[in-house]
C-alpha cells in the first residue's frame, strides 16, 4: 500500500496561480517598494529633524521648502550649468578614451601590462589626494575640473571595457575564424558586440564616478556652481538649503544612473527585461 507524504512546500507550489499571485500580488511591485522605500526614508528625516540629533540638521520639510526656494530664485539652475559642464565633457572624454583603450589593452597584451596595473592603482588610490596636484599644474578652472571628472571615471570605463574584451565568448571568435574573418571583422563584428552589454554597464559606473569626482573638485578646487551654494549656505548656517543643494545632485545622480540601467536593459540586456 502506498502512502503519499507531500511537503508544505508542495501543497504551496500546487496551489492555483492566481491564489499565489494574490497574496503577493500589493508587495511584488518593484516600483511600489521603491516609493514605499523613500516615504519612509523622508518620515524618518522628518522625525529625526524634528528630535533634533543635531542643530544643523533641519528636517524633511524644510529641505523641501527650500529646495523649492532655490529653484525659483534662479540659484540652483545657475548652479547645475556652472556644474554640469566639467562633467559632461569629463564623462564624454573619458567614454571615448576609456572604450577605447581598454579595447586595446583587451586585444593587446603589451597594451595590458603596461596599462591596467596603471589604472588599477589609480582606481584604489585616495583619488582626493591627487586633486591639489592637478591644480597646481593646471589651475582652477575648466581644465583641473575636467581632469579630476576623469581621473574618477576613466579607471573604471577601461577596466570593464578591458575584462568584456577579454571575456568575449570563445564559440564565436571560433566560427569568425572559420568563415575566415579577418582581424578587423573579428573585432567589429563579434568582439564588440559581444562585449557591448559591459562595456555599457562600465559607461555607466563611469558617470557615477564622474558626479562623485566633479564634487570633489567644486569643493576642493575652487567653490563654483554645486560647491558654491553648499558653501555658501554652510558658512551662512543656511542648513537647510544647503541639505537641499546635497539631495538635488544625488537625486540628480540617481536620476542618470536609473536611466542609464533602463537603457542597458532595455538595449543590451533584453533577457533581463521581466527581472
Known amino acids: ?108 597584451r603589451t597594451g595590458e601590462w603596461l596599462v591596467i596595473p596603471v589604472l588599477i592603482v589609480l582606481q584604489a588610490a585616495p583619488v582626493a589626494a591627487f586633486i591639489p596636484m592637478v591644480t597646481f599644474v593646471y589651475g582652477i578652472g575648466m581644465t583641473a575640473k575636467t581632469l579630476a571628472v576623469m581621473i574618477l571615471a576613466l579607471p573604471v570605463i577601461v577596466l570593464n571595457t578591458y575584462k568584456a574584451v577579454r571575456n568575449v565568448n570563445e564559440s564565436l571568435l571560433v566560427m569568425c575564424r572559420s568563415f575566415l574573418g579577418t582581424r578587423w571583422q573579428t573585432v567589429a563584428k563579434i568582439i564588440l558586440p559581444d562585449a557591448s552589454p559591459v562595456i555599457f554597464a562600465g559607461l555607466r559606473l563611469g558617470v557615477a564616478a564622474g558626479f562623485v569626482g566633479v564634487v570633489l573638485a567644486e569643493l576642493l578646487i575652487t567653490p563654483t556652481g554645486i560647491g558654491d551654494l553648499i558653501t555658501f549656505h554652510r558658512s551662512r548656517a543656511d542648513y537647510a538649503e544647503m541639505y537641499a543643494t546635497i539631495a538635488s545632485i544625488i537625486a540628480l545622480s540617481t536620476l542618470t544612473l536609473v536611466f542609464l540601467q533602463w537603457v542597458e536593459v532595455r538595449v543590451f540586456r533584453p533577457e533581463s527585461r521581466g527581472a
Open 1 to 108: 500500500m502506498a502512502v503519499s507524504i507531500r511537503t508544505d512546500g508542495e501543497a504551496a507550489g500546487l496551489a492555483s496561480p492566481s491564489t499565489r499571485s494574490a497574496t503577493g500580488a500589493s508587495w511584488d511591485q518593484p516600483i511600489l517598494l521603491r516609493l514605499v522605500s523613500i516615504a519612509l526614508f523622508a518620515g524618518i528625516w522628518e522625525v529625526a529633524g524634528r528630535i533634533p540629533v543635531s542643530f544643523a540638521f533641519p528636517t524633511f520639510s524644510d529641505t523641501i521648502v527650500a529646495f523649492f526656494g532655490l529653484l525659483a530664485d534662479g540659484s540652483l539652475a545657475t548652479a547645475y550649468l556652472s556644474t554640469l559642464q566639467p562633467l559632461v565633457l569629463g564623462v564624454v572624454l573619458s567614454a571615448f578614451l576609456g572604450v577605447g583603450l581598454g579595447t586595446i589593452c583587451g586585444l593587446w
